[in-house]
């Protein structure tokens, strides 16, 4: 039997909902959140790891974990 490749996964933050609460930013392990200018939360694609713990954190509900644009 063939072993499934793993699909990367990433946070997505639906930017114009974000309240920029930073809920997100101190429960990122890698450091890939951040709030811009303070007004919505950012996420470096090349830190993330998809572990999901900013998305569960996040009060609004809008980060999302999701396959990774290649």
């Not at 996964?9 to 959140?33: D, H, I, N, T, Y």
Request: with cysteine.
């Amino acid at each position: 039997m063939a072993k499934a490749t793993r699909i990367p996964r990433k946070a997505q933050v639906m930017e114009s909902l974000c309240v920029a609460c930073g809920c997100c930013v101190k429960v990122c392990p890698m450091k890939a959140v951040s709030i811009y200018k303070g007004i919505k939360a950012v996420v470096d694609q090349k830190l993330c790891v998809g572990c999901g713990k900013c998305a569960k954190e996040c009060p609004a509900s809008v980060i999302e974990i999701r396959e990774a644009r290649p």
